[in-house]
């Protein structure tokens, strides 16, 4: 059964999803979102708020050297604090003997999604926790997002297989299939799970009824 993590930049979702969820993730676009300033500062009180369960907090520099420091800086929070490192920087670099200076540090490696990155991960595959596979944008290109994961299945035998960038519940049953570990998914499609597996005639009639009293104040 593939895990739910919550994906957000806000403490107030961590604080209301906790119980619904297994994990946490977050990334410098969601939290800028939610207008934080001050990483350490925010990074403190999410972990407080996500009660011991796992998340996730990337480095938001772009300098193998700072983003070390900023990693180890990360993981000195907590034993919950997985380290969020990009496949590449912003120059195409590859992370990758980033990866091996951070050994002791528990990683996720994010923003992963062609094969070459995963097959260079499955060199390093030892040492990381997560690989987050971003099928949500695989799909946006028009591409099919699950042989991206099967071939992951193949090679990324250690660490645990993220489906990220969900956009819709169906992706869920999509992860489960190929055999993801997680997934996460934003607040609104947290919201949407109960719909998951829900009865289709029962849905129409639902949404007919909806329809039907949306429509009452409306003139004719």
Not at 12 to 34: C, Q, W
Not at 83 to 101: A, H, Q, R
């Amino acid at each position: 059964m593939v895990k739910i993590y919550l994906d957000s930049g806000s403490l107030e979702d961590i604080r209301r999803y906790g119980s619904k969820v297994e994990g946490f993730t977050t990334n410098p676009s969601l939290m800028k979102a939610a207008g934080i300033t001050n990483y350490l500062s925010f990074a403190e009180k999410a972990l407080y708020a996500a009660a011991d369960k796992p998340i996730s907090m990337e480095v938001i520099s772009d300098d193998f050297h700072a983003m070390e420091k900023q990693a180890r800086a990360l993981a000195s929070l907590g034993n919950s604090v997985i380290v969020k490192i990009p496949v590449t920087n912003t120059k195409g670099e590859s992370c990758i003997p980033l990866i091996k200076d951070l050994r002791d540090v528990r990683l996720n490696i994010t923003a992963v999604m062609t094969r070459e990155q995963i097959d260079a991960l499955g060199e390093v595959d030892s040492q990381l926790n997560i690989v987050s596979i971003f099928a949500g944008r695989i799909a946006d290109t028009g591409r099919d997002p699950e042989w991206t994961m099967l071939h992951a299945k193949g090679v990324i035998k250690k660490s645990l297989r993220l489906w990220a960038s969900a956009r819709e519940i169906l992706n869920v049953s999509q992860a489960e299939e190929c055999g993801c570990d997680i997934i996460t998914l934003g607040p609104s499609l947290i919201n949407k799970l109960d719909l998951h597996g829900k009865p289709l005639a029962e849905y129409s009639l639902e949404t007919v009824r909806q329809f039907h009293e949306d429509g009452k104040g409306i003139q004719w």
